[in-house]
């Protein structure tokens, strides 16, 4: 019995295998780079104050006629920098005075770096996310990204209880906020850190003056 030629593929289930990936890529661009997003130009002062629909971590009078959002990354020197000089100026004469309420946006602009970011969420549960942002930037390493073995470290310098730091870090209970986070950020336009929103007016990277400017302005009403 004479055996039956192998019909040849004319190639089309492949070419549907290749037209469905390069869908579900272009759709994950749109998503992770902000998605149908509102323009950042409809972002407002209220907004920026949520990380994943909860309150952000603050300090300062909720009362304050102004509100500073930080935008910042553990992984980056410009931030650093502004948060180990700058930021303890502006405690003191805005925050501390009752003229600012100060918001730290958690937010990465590394996917890196989003351990750490979940990490300080952790701390946020303590009323420790002060502390721990700062000991994030006092151990800052030029050119890597903060590992989560470090974060004991961070704690225990600023005395938190440990044990429950330690079980919510490994759980991974706030990496899906830490994430939303981001990218709530990303879709008000930060591409870049750190950055801040005074009174939902842009001030891009660690420029104390044209930031004490900003806040000036926004307290004269301007």
């Known amino acids: ?12 289930g492949l070419i549907v295998v290749i037209v469905l990936g390069a ?17 950042a130009a409809q972002v407002t002062a209220e907004s ?4 994943n629909g909860a309150p952000c971590p603050s300090k300062g009078s909720p ?19 502004f948060n180990l000089t700058t930021a303890p100026a502006l405690d003191r004469e805005y925050v ?23 990490a300080s ?15 994030a930037f006092v151990n800052f390493q030029q050119g890597r ?26 759980s991974g209970r706030y990496v899906d906020d830490a994430q939303l986070s981001a990218l709530e950020g990303k879709r008000a336009g930060v591409s870049s850190t750190p950055t801040f929103f005074v009174n939902g007016a842009v001030v891009q990277g660690n420029a104390p ?6 806040i000036d302005a926004a307290l004269a009403g301007r």
């Open 96 to 118: 501390g005075t009752g003229k600012v309420r100060y918001v730290s946006h958690v937010f990465s602009l590394w996917p890196e770096s989003i351990p750490a970011a979940a």
């Open 48 to 51: 920026l104050a949520l990380c």
């Open 145 to 170: 990204f903060p590992a989560s073995e470090e974060f004991m470290s961070w704690a225990r310098q600023a005395e938190f209880d440990e044990a429950a730091f330690q079980q919510c870090v490994e």
């Open 1 to 12: 019995m004479a055996k039956k030629k192998a019909k040849k593929s004319d190639g089309s």
């Open 23 to 39: 869908v579900i890529v272009v759709l994950a661009l749109i998503v992770l780079g902000g998605g149908f997003a509102p323009p």
């Open 63 to 81: 009362d304050a006629p102004v509100v500073v959002v930080e935008f910042s990354d553990y992984a980056c020197h410009n931030c650093r920098d």
């Open 209 to 214: 003056l044209e930031l004490r400017s900003a």
């Open 121 to 135: 969420l952790c701390a946020h549960e303590q009323g420790k996310y002060w502390e721990f942002h700062e000991q």
